[in-house]
């Protein structure tokens, strides 16, 4: 079984100890590709994903500004992410948004930050990953503005919204990606809004070290554990794991232009396993 981890912070401080063998578990669990989020700690550091891309042909990064820390972004840090948008392995923006359930930083500032990420990307040519946590009129209204005459789309990341929220997100060209919440008891919306969306337009991932899956709740998350997450869409849609990882893994490649990386081969893994 073949899977692709559409977000993960493999950078953190969290896997400081152990990554080597995190990244082995994950590569023995079926994961052929990893997309390595570049938002780090804060704008001190902007290029934190980038050497996990250049040491792994399997590991893809973002760069990009978390709404958390937009109190804090100047100028130069805008024209370092330009900067580093042009590398080979940055896919895409992100992640980005606004997040109104913590506001660790003022709402006007994450608006404005966001606005101007947007502008920095559309510049480069790269989808955006959202962040959004109880912001979901706001960022798709924002969304729509500046970001839908672009044509370039994006992801929308952990999604947590309606099923109306993930329809207007597909209709400007975003996949909607779901995480390790969605195999909580008390998620049934999210398994519903999983169930209800056309399955080329899913992803998975586990948005490590947070929001480890039921069966590892309380846990560090890390990326072998987006199976579990593929195993509980396959039981809404009354699909099986394998058809749920090709369909995700799929629609990954198809949206981001992906071939198989070259590791695949060698490991031994087909895409149809």
């Given amino acids: 079984m073949e899977l692709i981890d559409s977000h993960a912070h ?14 082995e578990r994950a590569r023995a669990a ?28 399997w590991i893809y990064a973002t760069v990009g500004i978390h709404p958390h820390e937009a109190k804090e972004v100047t100028s ?25 359930y913590y506001d660790h930083s003022p709402r006007e500032a994450q608006a404005r930050v966001f606005r101007d990420q947007m502008a920095l990307a559309r510049r480069a040519k790269k989808p955006i ?8 009129t706001d960022c798709l209204n924002m969304i729509e503005e500046h970001w839908r005459p672009t044509g370039l789309g994006g992801i929308l990341h952990c999604f947590t919204g309606t099923l109306d929220d993930a ?12 995480a390790g919440n969605s195999t909580y008891p008390k998620t049934q919306n999210l398994r519903d809004v999983a169930k209800a969306l056309p399955l080329e337009k899913i992803l998975i991932e586990t948005d490590a070290p947070y929001l480890a899956p039921q069966p590892y709740r309380g ?48 490991s031994g893994l087909k895409a149809d396993e």
């Fill in 10 to 23: 493999i950078d953190f401080p969290q896997f400081a100890e152990d990554r080597d063998d995190m990244l």
């Fill in 30 to 57: 079926g994961v052929s590709t990893l997309l390595a989020i570049g938002t780090g700690p804060g704008p001190e550091k902007l290029d934190s994903a980038l050497p996990f891309a250049e040491q792994h042909d």
């Fill in 76 to 100: 130069q840090h805008l024209e370092e992410l330009a900067r580093l948008a042009q590398h080979p392995k940055v896919i895409a923006w992100g992640e980005i948004g606004l997040d109104y």
């Fill in 129 to 136: 990953i959202i962040h959004c946590r109880d912001a979901w």
């Fill in 167 to 178: 329809r207007r997100g597909m209709d400007m060209g975003f996949l909607i990606s779901f």
């Fill in 219 to 266: 846990k560090r998350n890390e990326p072998a554990y987006v199976a579990e997450v593929a195993r509980t869409l396959a039981t809404v849609r009354d699909l099986t794991p394998e058809e749920i990882a090709a369909a995700t893994t799929g629609n990954f490649r198809r949206f981001f232009g992906l071939a198989q990386p070259a590791s695949l081969a060698a």
